[in-house]
């Protein structure tokens, strides 16, 4: 059973704080990972994707990958109360794959 | 560009109807994807459709059937509804298969009751 594991929150941190999310698998072989940020009551939407061990930089958001630790993370620099919403952790288990394994996400509120 | 859509966007049955969610994208996709998505279980994969003319099971295909009409389309069944496929549905698009160069598209989902 390939699975994603996120805590689910509330992660709540002030206003230009850094919040910091976590996400884990249970695959070692997993090929691509994503983030995708939802608004309550909306569609999510894709912020971050990454293959490759280390950091990848866009913005105010990194993610970072540890494949070794199976182990994926998304890091929210000047963290604004528009970015209060819930974050999904998404693992394509094999290369080519069609089928996207989500996490059941975690709520973060941005505190003014 | 309206992207993906999906009708209708709310929709309360009584055990045992049924019902057909439509999806249509203007996008030029070719995947396309039906997800529900429950309280404190992520979203959750129930049919893809890899290309027009295919369709496949993904994680919880009981209780569905799909449709893929033509590139644009492909709709989701509820032949008996049940008060477990109470959920919201999301449809989605894609070129190629999800990976770092290529991501899901969503319609604005579906809010299903089953009484």
């Known amino acids: 059973q390939k699975e994603v594991e996120q805590n689910s929150g509330p992660l709540s941190v002030p206003e230009g704080a850094i919040a910091s999310l976590n996400c884990t698998y249970s695959?070692?072989?997993?090929?691509?990972f994503f983030w995708y940020r939802q608004y309550s009551g909306k569609s999510p939407e894709l912020i971050m994707s990454?293959?490759?061990?280390g950091d990848k930089e866009d913005g105010r958001f990194t993610a970072q990958l540890n494949k070794a630790s199976q182990y994926v993370s998304l890091l929210i620099r000047d963290s604004q109360p528009s970015d209060s919403a819930t974050y999904l952790c998404?693992?394509?288990f094999g290369a080519g794959s069609y089928q996207l394994t989500f996490g059941k996400g975690t709520k973060l509120s941005v505190i003014p | 560009n309206a992207g993906v859509t999906q009708t209708p966007k709310f929709q309360v049955l009584k055990t045992g109807q049924s019902m057909t969610l439509q999806c249509a994208q203007d996008m030029n996709h070719n995947s396309m994807y039906w997800y529900r998505q429950d309280p404190g279980m992520g979203l959750r994969l129930i049919y893809y459709s890899a290309s027009e003319g295919t369709t496949d099971k993904g994680e919880v295909p009981n209780g569905y059937n799909v449709s893929r009409l033509n590139k644009r389309e492909f709709s989701l069944r509820l032949e008996s509804a049940a008060p477990s496929q109470t959920s919201v549905y999301f449809c989605?698009?894609?070129?190629?298969?999800?990976?770092?160069?290529?991501?899901?598209?969503f319609g604005s989902g579906t809010q299903l009751s089953v009484l």
């Open positions: 990454i293959y490759s061990n």
């Open positions: 998404a693992v394509n």
């Open positions: 989605a698009s894609s070129l190629t298969p999800p990976s770092t160069n290529e991501k899901l598209f």
């Open positions: 695959d070692r072989g997993s090929q691509s």
